[in-house]
């Protein structure tokens, strides 16, 4: 599998994090976790920029979950799942193995993403993280934007929930 398919579902995966306030669609799935879906776009500048968007359902917890990514027509491009100690990504019929989050993150989207983050803010909960900036002011409207300024390259992810 290319770094690139797998990079993009990462950073999906972190877009999908950046809600927070006014609490957007959330139910819990079949098994009592919290879920979200929507879409997602991110947009990654640097020397060779790159774009993505993609459907996605994420459920779980910033220790143990899932996230999985669609295309317009409904196909699954990735599916990314992590728990204490392990991480994997199911793309182009091939699984892979990480150690943790962090490595999957950085290896899929060639930058670590603030999961932990990404998960308080969809719950509405403020979360700080070094060099990322998220505008949670149209996230009553289903709506959630983040920039990371540093370290280069910058990326912006955006994040469009369903609604119910």
Do not use: H
Request: glycine share 8%; proline share 10%; hydrophobic share 40%.
């Amino acid at each position: 599998m290319s770094a690139l398919p797998a990079r993009r579902a990462l950073l999906l995966a972190a877009a999908l994090g950046l809600s927070a306030c006014a609490l957007p669609p959330r139910a819990p799935d079949t098994a009592g976790q919290p879920y979200w879906n929507g879409r997602l776009a991110l947009q990654i500048d640097g020397d060779k920029p790159q774009s993505f968007s993609a459907g996605f359902e994420l459920r779980g917890a910033p220790q143990a979950g899932e996230l999985s990514l669609y295309s317009p027509l409904g196909a699954t491009l990735a599916q990314l799942r992590w728990a204490p100690g392990k991480a994997e990504l199911q793309a182009d019929g091939q699984r892979r193995q990480y150690p943790s989050i962090d490595a999957l993150t950085e290896e899929a989207t060639g930058t670590a993403l603030p999961l932990p983050a990404l998960f308080a803010w969809l719950d509405g909960k403020p979360a700080e993280v070094p060099g990322w900036q998220a505008d949670l002011s149209r996230i009553a409207d289903g709506r959630l934007s983040a920039r990371r300024s540093q370290p280069l390259p910058t990326a912006e992810l955006r994040i469009v929930l369903q609604q119910p």
